[in-house]
């Protein structure tokens, strides 16, 4: 009998926020993104929270797993804004996500640089942020990554072709109802029209017990034990894979360290593999481990957040349609203008969180854009991020380039 594997898989992303940019700043001040320290959304002090709350302690634990249990995997994603901002404000957490891929037991799953939105809006651009990802894992981990997931688990068919031809092994997505039907998401599955790569699709119930209810005392299933939960795995024994995907930063910032969520994690792999047929796998080995059961064809478009699974949290109103086409009608432009500087300014400007944060949802998913949003309201999120966008027409209008 085959093994049955838990593939975790972690994303880890701080994007440049963008500080309260006036109208007034535009043609003066070309700094968009560096507060005062101490305010409200500084990019410097988010990361150091961060840092200490999760990223040290967690991956301290991770490696005292890898190292007392040898079958023990996972895999990761690491935009190159946060990778870029443990250079500058915290290197020694980057060190300890070197130290962990340098098991061979820790896979880094490719994706953009600036965890934007490119593939929907500019192709070119897309494969630009993705190649300038893969050289920076590269020269920073020395490896080179064969799965994909494009930004925010943002799916359909047409990138599931275009990541086989460009020779990955495995593809991410959500392992949403909608398009699953009676699919279960603990197997692998076959795009439509692609030769070889494979999808690896997110157990969202399994997922989100950890993500987001694991410290809500209000919760039915409060409090989550690690038997317990090893116990909802043991439901699906005829399958063979259970796949995790969840922030990073689920571990110590979502739910805090007072919850338990650091125990629990630490015990997991002891309590899953106690069963001679139990393992981990990295997404790449899961995929090439198992044949497809079946094709799985998605040709709209989803995503991993939000009730709707799609992309109405980043292009769900006018002012967030507004801004990303702006943002992209620059791209000729901005390009030909041969200011390495200015152009790294428009990339980091393409961030998802930049009109994530625009967002105007209520209810249930309004409280997890408040969550996230270093700002006010959503509509100072717009303005600061139209002010920086006309400021950036100012700065091609300058080198002579028409917008």
Known sequence: MSKRAIVLYLH???????????????????????????????????????????????????????????????????????????EQYQPEVLESFKALVATGRVEIVAETYYHSLAFFFSREEFEAQVTMHREKVQSIFGVTPTAFRNTELSYNN??????DQAGYKAILAEGWDGIMGWRSPNFVYQPP???????????????????????NRQWSDYPLTTEKFIGWLGQSWDQPLINLFMDYETFGEHQWGETGIFDFLESLPGAWMAQADHTFMTVTEAAESFEPADVLDCPQTITWADNERDLSAWLGNDMQQQAIRFIYDMEKAVLACGDMTLIADWRKLQTSDHVYYMCTKWFSDGDVHAYFSPYQSPYDGYMYFMNA?????????????EV
């Open 12 to 86: 880890v992303h701080q994007p440049y926020r963008i500080r309260p940019y006036s109208i007034f700043d535009a043609g003066y001040s070309h700094n968009y993104f560096d507060m005062p320290t101490g305010a409200r959304g500084n990019n410097e002090d988010i990361l150091h929270k961060v840092a200490d709350k999760s990223y040290l302690p967690t991956n301290q634990r991770l490696l005292c797993m890898l190292e007392t249990h040898p079958e023990f995997k996972l895999s990761l994603s690491i935009t190159g804004t946060v990778i870029e901002q443990f």
């Open 193 to 215: 029209a692609a030769e070889s790569i494979r999808i690896l699709t997110k157990n969202y119930k399994l997922s989100d017990d950890i993500a987001f209810r694991f410290g």
């Open 389 to 401: 966008m006309r400021d950036m027409q100012y700065r091609l209008m300058q080198l002579g380039h």
């Open 158 to 163: 047409e990138l599931a072709q275009w990541a």
